[in-house]
């Protein structure tokens, strides 16, 4: 998921929302594993 979000900023025209993108691939990666099951049963 984390490289999917990263690699989607790179599609993004506009700057500042790439950078959003690329920082919540940050984010994601520092996820707590409950925080990950959680998404997993969104999903």
Do not use: C
Not at 7 to 36: C, M, N
């Amino acid at each position: 998921m984390v490289n999917a979000v990263t690699h989607f900023s790179q599609d993004v025209e506009d700057y500042d929302r790439a950078t959003e993108f690329e920082a919540l691939g940050g984010k994601l990666i520092e996820l707590a594993p409950d925080d990950w099951n959680e998404l997993a049963h969104a999903a």
